[in-house]
């Protein structure tokens, strides 16, 4: 059983900058893939980025590119999602996903077994 734990969420101004962080724990961690995703009020889980853990390739979501930077350290277990030039639209709670294989995308939520509980991030205008 895996279990994530995401943190660094908050309130920031846009233009500002933020890093989240998910730590995982469990027997014998070893994913396939690690992804992000958001949820905003009234919307859809949508997808963000993702790592492999093994070859650390990557993948992130259109709104992502050029400002979001995905990153994982194997040694303790995390992985990171660092936020720039936030915008009010990036408001949203952030998930930290594992999935144990290999999916068709990876870039939906069907696609990941394990969920942390998710971490709030403001951005205010």
């Known amino acids: 059983q895996v279990q994530l734990v995401e943190s660094g969420g908050g309130l920031v101004q846009a233009g500002g900058s933020l890093r989240l962080s998910c730590a995982a724990s469990?027997?014998?961690?070893?994913?396939?893939?690690m992804g992000w995703f958001r949820q905003a009020p009234g919307k859809e889980r949508e997808f963000v980025a993702r790592?492999?853990?093994?070859?650390?390739?990557?993948f992130y979501a259109d709104s992502a590119k050029g400002r979001f930077t995905i990153s994982r350290d194997n040694a303790k277990n995390t992985v990171y999602l660092q936020m720039n030039s936030l915008k009010p639209e990036d408001t949203a709670v952030y998930y930290c996903?594992?999935?144990?294989?290999?999916?068709?995308?990876?870039?939906?939520?069907?696609?990941?077994?394990?969920w942390g509980q998710g971490t709030q991030v403001t951005v205010s205008s």
């Open positions: 790592i492999r853990w093994g070859s650390g390739s990557i």
């Open positions: 996903a594992a999935s144990s294989r290999l999916r068709n995308g990876m870039t939906e939520t069907a696609s990941y077994d394990s």
């Open positions: 469990g027997r014998t961690f070893s994913p396939y893939m």
